[in-house]
Antibody
Framework: QVQLKESGPGLVQPSQTLSLTCTVSGLSLTSNSVSWIRQPPGKGLEWMGVIWSDGGTDYNSATKSRLSISRDTSKSQVFLKMNSLQTEDTAMYFC???????????????WGQGVMVTVSS | DTVLTQSPALAVSPGERVTISCRASESVSTGMHWYQQKPGQQPKLLIYGASNLESGVPARFSGSGSGTDFTLTIDPVEADDTATYFCQQSWNDPYTFGAGTKLELK
């Protein structure tokens, strides 16, 4: 049974760095790719980036300069670090497994429950 | 970035057929996927590759389209389908989502 679970601080001060962890079970990170996606309160979804099964990463240019995604395969954990946080970074942060179909279309088939992060002093 | 445009909201009666549209600002081939999100929950995959039903999802849900115009159809609608529905494209970088269509039942 595939499960993903996000964890991290609920409150971060402006200009500080956000660190989140996604702990996965039921799958191996060496053969699965995981993305981070966020959703501001009452708004839509924004894809942030991905760590591929081979360890490579890709980022949305909107946050690329502030964002880093890494992993520890031995602990089945994926990490998100984003610096210089502002109030507009307040959002629910989800991690999700990427699946790829036979036409190389990527979609998110397993999601964590999300962790709410508020940026405020 | 590829912008996905969805109608903000729809209201239908149980038992009716509803179509939710998603228009892309440029072609995404069949790289369009649909999710259902209920309040306080994570999104749930319904349709991938424009028309493929995710395992475990009721056959009342179906998807169609290619290029720039896509639809998610629910037939018949049930009370439990009250939710926000998002489209997502994976053909162009970066992956993008529509703003969502909130489906309410009369």
């Amino acid at each position: 049974q595939v499960q993903l679970k996000e964890s991290g601080p609920g409150l971060v001060q402006p200009s500080q760095t956000l660190s989140l962890t996604c702990t996965v079970s039921g799958l191996s990170l060496t053969s699965n790719s995981v993305s981070w996606i966020r959703q501001p309160p009452g708004k839509g979804l924004e894809w942030m980036g991905v760590i591929w099964s081979d360890g490579g990463t890709d980022y949305n240019s909107a946050t690329k300069s502030r964002l880093s995604i890494s992993r520890d395969t031995s602990k089945s954990q994926v990490f998100l670090k984003m610096n210089s946080l502002q109030t507009e970074d307040t959002a629910m942060y989800f991690c999700a497994r990427i699946e790829r179909d036979g036409y190389y279309h990527d979609y998110f088939d397993y999601w964590g429950q999300g962790v709410m992060v508020t940026v405020s002093s | 970035d590829t912008v996905l445009t969805q109608s903000p909201a729809l209201a239908v009666s149980p038992g009716e057929r509803v179509t939710i549209s998603c228009r892309a600002s440029e072609s995404v081939s069949t790289g369009m996927h649909w999710y259902q999100q209920k309040p306080g929950q994570q999104p749930k995959l319904l349709i991938y590759g424009a028309s493929n039903l995710e395992s475990g999802v009721p056959a009342r849900f179906s998807g169609s389209g290619s290029g720039t115009d896509f639809t998610l159809t629910i037939d018949p609608v049930e009370a439990d389908d009250t939710a926000t529905y998002f489209c997502q494209q994976s053909w162009n970088d970066p992956y993008t989502f529509g703003a969502g269509t909130k489906l309410e039942l009369k």
